[in-house]
Every structure is written in structure tokens, then in C-alpha cells.
């Protein structure tokens, strides 16, 4: 093993220490012994009658990932050039869940792939319900991002909880959320390229006065037959009507290098770590 590597193991040793030492009087207080009885954040009385889905829903406070409920790959997608998920940079540390972007080659990694990033995802999937985390995004311009999935051969749809760019250049205070139909049974076209005769989409972004890579806040989304909600530290942030989001989907929390977007992370910022301290799921009975 190389020096370089040796520095990059210290560093990410020395930022989840500080990180941790910071943090884990907040995130002690929130009661995860008694997670059951735990609410959404934006309807703690439990108005809606929501039931807790224990196979995805997860305190991170075992010492390693629960891969009965999770995988630390995506089945069938290797990352966005130029980063890849490396299963390794998706683990545990002190009651929370980390995902880690650094700035080298590996040898499973594809030609021309310089980052190496993770992601997390459901084995289970859901229709209907309240999904919340509570997170605090990289800080690098790699993206820190949650979002509902799923692709069929004849339907792909996704909802975007958030995309985060933490210290990407002029999205440092941006929450970045989308809804996406990439094609359905009626209008499918194989093979699947991006066509804008099947692509449906509607992004919108959120100025705060606050940077998402220097504190924790707890992002959740609202989905039923009629609506789509987001949440932010339980306050309506956005509404949409419901009338192409009702596939199953799959929860994923992932980091990747959007070059067009969020630009290449800068070697300084680098690793940068995506902490996220729990996920919640709920249905309606």
C-alpha cells in the first residue's frame, strides 16, 4: 500500500472523529430505543395514523451495514463517470451511516474512473407512505442525494427527495428536488435512450440561509395516490399532484460526481463524507 493511501485512511479517521465528537449529543436526544413509537417529523401527533415499516426503516446503530435490508451497490449501475460505488466507502460509524467520496483509481473500477463514491438501497420495495432521513450533505461539490426509484423493462419513474451539491460553486444553500416518469407501458422505447417524447420531469430548487454540509436537517417525502409532498425539518417545501408516480420504488441514498451540474469536486475537499443519521419509513394501515 502506497503513502497516499495511508493519508487518505487518516483523514477520514480524523473527520469522523471531530464529526462525531460534534454531533452525537443531538442525535442521542432523538430516542432511538423507542423508534416505534417515533412519528414523522412534520406530523409528530401521528394525525395520519402512519405505522412504522421495520424493513425500511434503520437507526444505523449496529455496528455493521443490515444487508437484509440494504445493499451497498446498485444493481446493474456502477456509478456516473467519472465516479464509481465502491461497496467499501458505505459503513457504519458511531450510530450513523457514512458514504464517502475520495479521489482514486481502484482496480474493479471502470477505464477512466477517478472517484470512488457509494450508495445505499433498499432490497425492499414500497407504494404509498412517508420516508424521512436525517443527513448532512458532503462537503464537496460530489452530490449528497436521496430519491425513490425503480426501472422496469416497461416503466422507470423516480422522485427526488434532494440533490446537494454541499460545496459545489453557487449551490451551497440549494435543496435541488425532481420527479421524473423516463417512459411508462404506453410510450416505452427500447433500447432506452433520454427522449423528451417519453421523458417527463419537473425540477425545483430551494434557496436556505443555511449551508446542508454544516448542520443536520431531516428531509422527507409524502407519497399517496393523489400527491407527492416534500418535506424540510418538518415544513411543506413543495406539492405536487400524483398522476404518474404509482410504481413501487426503492429507497437510495447516494453520492456521485455530476460533472455538468455540480462541476468536479476539488481535491482539497476530498474525502468528503455524507453522514446520514437515520432513515424512517412509514405506510398508512
Not at 487518505?8 to 442521542?28: D, F, G, P, Q
Not at 449496529?62 to 446498485?74: A, D, F, M, R
Not at 427527495?161 to 435541488?176: K, Q, R, S, T
Request: net charge negative.
Amino acid at each position: 500500500m502506497n503513502l497516499n493511501f495511508f493519508k487518505t485512511i487518516i483523514v477520514c479517521l480524523v473527520v469522523i472523529s471531530a464529526h462525531n465528537s460534534c454531533n452525537r449529543v443531538e442525535t442521542e436526544n432523538l430516542g432511538h430505543e423507542q423508534v416505534e413509537s417515533i412519528f414523522p417529523y412534520s406530523d409528530s401527533s401521528n394525525n395520519g395514523g402512519w405505522q412504522l415499516i421495520s424493513t425500511l426503516t434503520d437507526e444505523f446503530d449496529e455496528p455493521v451495514l443490515n444487508l437484509s435490508k440494504w445493499t451497498n451497490l446498485y444493481p446493474g449501475w456502477e456509478g456516473r463517470f467519472p465516479s464509481w460505488f465502491v461497496k467499501e466507502n458505505v459503513f457504519i460509524s458511531n450510530g450513523e451511516l457514512l458514504i464517502t467520496m475520495k479521489k482514486e483509481s481502484l482496480p474493479e473500477m471502470g477505464d477512466n474512473f477517478e472517484y470512488s463514491t457509494g450508495v445505499l438501497r433498499s432490497l425492499e420495495s414500497f407504494s404509498y407512505g412517508y420516508c424521512e432521513i436525517r443527513a448532512q450533505s458532503m462537503s464537496s461539490s460530489g452530490s449528497s442525494a436521496f430519491f425513490l426509484n425503480n426501472i422496469q423493462a416497461d416503466w422507470w419513474t423516480e422522485i427526488d427527495v434532494f440533490e446537494i451539491g454541499g460545496n459545489a460553486d453557487g449551490f451551497e444553500n440549494l435543496i435541488n428536488t425532481n420527479i421524473h416518469e423516463f417512459y411508462n407501458p404506453t410510450n416505452v422505447i427500447s433500447p432506452y435512450i433520454i427522449d423528451e417524447k417519453t421523458h417527463f420531469f419537473h425540477s425545483e430548487s430551494f434557496s436556505r440561509d443555511w449551508r446542508s454540509d454544516s448542520s443536520y436537517h431531516v428531509y422527507g417525502i409524502e407519497w399517496d395516490s393523489d400527491s407527492i409532498k416534500w418535506y424540510l425539518d418538518g415544513e411543506l417545501l413543495r406539492q405536487e399532484s400524483n398522476i404518474r408516480w404509482h410504481q413501487d420504488l426503492f429507497i437510495n441514498i447516494d453520492s456521485e460526481v455530476i460533472v455538468d451540474w455540480f462541476g468536479l469536486p476539488n481535491e482539497n475537499d476530498l474525502p468528503s463524507i455524507f453522514y446520514i443519521d437515520y432513515v424512517r419509513t412509514w405506510q398508512k394501515p
